[in-house]
């Protein structure tokens, strides 16, 4: 390889090959470019997607058409919501120090990634919880139909965003049971922390939208 390629990123410094020629595996870096960009679109569309619930619940509320908003008899449980939140931050903090450990190249990185999983899905719980024990529901009044709406489908990209990290743990665990052999990636470590990256910036974002989210439903109301 000449000397003035020393300096390009490694996805542009693969040799080329033959039409015969064996196919050279995708240099690492192409696919951290990939994920880092995909991550950052998919927080453009879940920013669009939200806000839109955000409009209708300050529209509805600024309206407020017979005095319907909020009735007096929907109650919330605060401590569900409060405890929802808690585990919806704890587990982005769990995966952002997972994200770091990958990187410095400590082996707890798992650990940690194993606990933001835990987290999460003890936030989905929680708010299922909070669907039974409320007394309204999504057809009783304007303020109900948008926190249900809301909640509901944030509790979907965050069920996603916890089987997207699921699959770093796994594919990490799987690789520490059996060591790769003929054919296999010698540094599956190399896979995962493109993967790993993305999934921790896109569950930092969408924890600052739970942030938000809880804040209007269940404080502001």
């Not at 679109?41 to 407020?64: E, K, N, P």
């Not at 704890?90 to 798992?110: C, D, H, V, Y």
């Not at 719980?125 to 109900?144: H, M, V």
Request: charged share 10%.
């Amino acid at each position: 390889m000449s000397s003035s390629s020393e300096n390009l990123p490694l996805g542009l410094m693969t040799q080329p090959v033959s039409a015969a020629g064996e196919i050279p595996p995708e240099p690492p870096d192409v696919a951290a470019r990939t994920l880092g960009v995909a991550s950052r679109l998919l927080c453009g569309a879940t920013t669009f997607f939200f806000v839109a619930y955000l409009f209708a619940f300050i529209y509805l509320r600024s309206l407020d058409q017979n005095h319907l908003w909020h009735e007096g008899h929907m109650k919330l449980s605060q401590g569900l919501g409060a405890g929802f939140i808690a585990c919806v931050v704890l587990s982005a903090a769990a995966t952002i120090l997972a994200g770091r450990g990958m990187r410095a190249g400590s082996p707890s990185w798992l650990t940690a990634a194993i606990a933001g999983v835990l987290l999460g899905l003890l936030a989905v719980a929680l708010q299922c919880i909070e669907y039974t024990s409320q007394n309204f529901g999504p057809t009783d009044g304007a303020y109900a139909s948008v926190f249900t709406a809301w909640s509901a489908f944030y509790l979907i990209a965050v069920l996603g965003t916890m089987y997207w990290l699921e699959t770093m743990v796994a594919t990490e665990a799987r690789a520490r049971r059996a060591p790769a052999g003929s054919g296999d990636v010698k540094d599956v470590d190399l896979l995962i922390a493109p993967g790993l990256d993305a999934v921790v910036f896109y569950w930092t974002f969408l924890a600052c939208i739970g942030i938000v989210t809880y804040v209007t439903l269940y404080l502001v109301k």
